[in-house]
């Protein structure tokens, strides 16, 4: 695509973003959960660093398709990722190139930061999984877990006895130790031979 630009995406881009977001949401059948709010992105772009980050592509005709991501860390690498968030192009400029050149412009940001990439997608979605292999990344076998906040509060909510104590466990003395789930933690003691 010859007119095709990347450019980061800015404040004034938040409208156009919000409604690629509900088209997204749309595509993959979830509109319900696409609840982001026009204040909510304008004030996670304006903090210092910016909550997310992205890249808008345009041609001739507007823009054609974003890619949003963030600035996580790794503990086990003791250093930052970028975590791609969502890669999305307008039905009108599918297979023109644009998610490609929209990796490009990340691969641009990870290598002049030292930063990998890592991202999430359905495991049926077959035009992501040929663009991503077709520019070299791999996929790694995961089952994502998602704990809505509902749940969550009902998880806190029930009323469960605590765990049994395990043969040869004793409770931890009041005050002392970590708290576990129930409020204690079990110390293990050993019999002497």
Do not use: C
């Not at 450019?7 to 509900?22: A, C, E, F, I």
Request: charged share 25%; proline share 5%.
């Amino acid at each position: 695509m010859s007119d095709l630009t990347v450019r980061s995406l800015v404040t004034g881009d938040v409208p156009m973003l919000l409604d690629m977001l509900r088209e997204l949401a749309a595509f993959t059948g979830d509109l319900a959960a696409m609840t982001a709010q026009r204040a909510d992105l304008d004030e996670a772009l304006a903090e210092v660093p910016p909550r997310f980050r992205g890249l808008i592509a345009e041609d001739g005709s507007g823009v054609v398709g974003y890619l949003s991501y963030t600035i996580d860390y790794s503990i086990w690498t003791g250093g930052d990722f970028i975590r791609i968030d969502d890669v999305y192009v307008r039905e009108r400029a599918r297979g023109r190139g644009v998610g490609r050149q929209l990796m490009r412009a990340l691969a641009d940001v990870g290598v002049s930061q030292a930063m990998r990439v890592r991202w999430e997608m359905a495991s049926d979605n077959t035009g992501a999984r040929r663009l991503y292999a077709g520019i070299g990344a791999a996929p790694e076998d995961k089952t994502i877990w998602r704990w809505p906040v509902a749940a969550m509060e009902a998880f806190l909510d029930r009323s469960e006895p605590p765990p049994s104590t395990a043969e040869g466990a004793v409770p931890s003395e009041a005050g002392r130790g970590l708290p576990g789930e129930d409020g204690f933690i079990l110390v293990l003691r050993r019999e002497k031979d």
